[in-house]
């Protein structure tokens, strides 16, 4: 039995946390970890005596993103042996892009979109670095509280991919900032991310659990069907909007970046630009 990288918190009453436990890792994204979520997740959908679910992480960093310590068949190995069928899709070891396509949708499209949709509302707390994958841990969740020295990025593009799996981007920082944070790959602060209205609140480290924590009570002290329905008016206004059909094309092209890539470099992002923890081979020139 493989130790889990989550742990499931009841800090007050009515309030779950759910708690990023791979510090060591800089609470990096793996097949697992997303299983766990997910299952924790449901623990507390499933908990009546939960109103209210915080989603945060242990150590200096929110998350580094994706693990990409590895290959692409390792991933996929690891979506087959650890899924519990978050998604329809199956066949994660196909090889080529069925296999790539599948555990991707399976593990990051699938998988955030069932967190974002969840009956009861979502608080993240987000200290240090939140970079690419983990901005979709982040923009899941109704409510961002973030600590001054949060910094978010997306870098993908670097690595030859248009962005990361779930394009929250134009939604959450507006169209023309979007590009501009995905064009340039920079690092913004949680003031910056704030202006930008992508996080609610900024909170001295040393106060973001506390924050959160209040800000649950004070939630979970409404009527929960209200507190639902209220949920699902704001997330049906954003798809009528056209977001989950957004999210789903830019996933799409998303695809094509891998697709390139493994013709041009045998990995699914662009190896010379990786950050070094990719232990990923070089192709042979
Ligand atoms: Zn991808």
Same mark, same amino acid.
């Given at each position: 039995?493989?130790?889990?990288?989550?742990?499931?918190?009841?800090?007050?009453?009515?309030?779950?946390?759910?708690?990023?436990?791979?510090?060591?890792?800089?609470?990096?994204?793996?097949?697992?970890?997303?299983?766990?979520?997910?299952?924790?997740?449901?623990?507390?959908?499933?908990?009546?005596?939960?109103?209210?679910?915080?989603?945060?992480?242990?150590?200096?960093?929110?998350?580094?993103?994706?693990?990409?310590?590895?290959?692409?068949?390792?991933?996929?190995?690891?979506?087959?042996?650890?899924?519990?069928?978050?998604?329809?899709?199956?066949?994660?070891?196909?090889?080529?892009?069925?296999?790539?396509?599948?555990?991707?949708?399976?593990?990051?499209?699938?998988?955030?979109?069932?967190?974002?949709?969840?009956?009861?509302?979502?608080?993240?707390?987000?200290?240090? =670095?939140?970079?690419? /994958?983990?901005?979709?841990?982040?923009?899941?969740?109704?409510?961002? #509280?973030?600590? $001054? %020295? +949060?910094?978010?990025?997306?870098?993908?593009?670097?690595?030859?991919?248009?962005?990361?799996?779930?394009?929250?981007?134009?939604?959450?920082?507006?169209?023309?900032?979007?590009?501009?944070?995905?064009?340039?790959?920079?690092?913004?602060?949680?003031?910056?991310?704030?202006?930008?209205?992508?996080?609610?609140?900024?909170?001295?480290?040393?106060?973001?659990?506390?924050?959160?924590?209040?800000?649950?009570?004070?939630?979970?002290?409404?009527?929960?069907?209200?507190?639902?329905?209220?949920?699902?008016?704001?997330?049906?206004?954003l798809d009528i909007?056209?977001?989950?059909?957004?999210?789903?094309?830019?996933?799409?092209?998303?695809?094509?970046?891998?697709?390139?890539?493994?013709? =041009?470099?045998?990995? /699914?992002?662009?190896?010379?630009?990786l950050p070094k923890?990719?232990? #990923?081979?070089? $192709? %042979? +020139?």
């Amino acid at each position: 039995m493989t130790e889990s990288t989550i742990r499931y918190e009841t800090p007050a009453p009515g309030v779950a946390r759910i708690v990023l436990a791979r510090a060591d890792k800089h609470n990096a994204i793996n097949p697992q970890m997303i299983y766990d979520v997910n299952e924790a997740f449901n623990q507390a959908v499933r908990d009546e005596s939960v109103k209210v679910i915080i989603l945060g992480a242990d150590g200096r960093n929110f998350s580094a993103g994706h693990d990409i310590a590895g290959t692409v068949e390792g991933y996929q190995a690891d979506t087959q042996q650890n899924s519990p069928g978050v998604s329809s899709w199956s066949d994660f070891t196909e090889e080529y892009t069925h296999g790539w396509y599948a555990a991707e949708k399976e593990t990051y499209l699938e998988s955030a979109r069932r967190w974002r949709n969840l009956s009861k509302p979502t608080i993240c707390t987000v200290q240090g =670095k939140c970079i690419a /994958g983990a901005l979709i841990f982040a923009w899941v969740c109704d409510i961002i #509280v973030a600590s $001054k %020295e +949060a910094v978010f990025s997306d870098p993908v593009v670097t690595f030859g991919v248009s962005g990361v799996e779930w394009l929250g981007h134009p939604w959450e920082l507006g169209a023309r900032k979007a590009k501009e944070f995905l064009f340039t790959s920079d690092s913004w602060s949680a003031e910056e991310a704030h202006r930008l209205g992508m996080v609610n609140h900024v909170v001295e480290r040393d106060e973001l659990d506390d924050f959160a924590l209040a800000m649950a009570i004070k939630i979970a002290a409404k009527p929960a069907f209200a507190l639902k329905l209220a949920k699902e008016a704001v997330n049906k206004t954003l798809d009528i909007q056209g977001q989950a059909n957004a999210i789903d094309q830019a996933f799409s092209l998303h695809h094509l970046c891998h697709n390139q890539n493994f013709r =041009k470099f045998g990995y /699914g992002m662009d190896t010379n630009n990786l950050p070094k923890v990719a232990n #990923v081979p070089k $192709k %042979e +020139a």
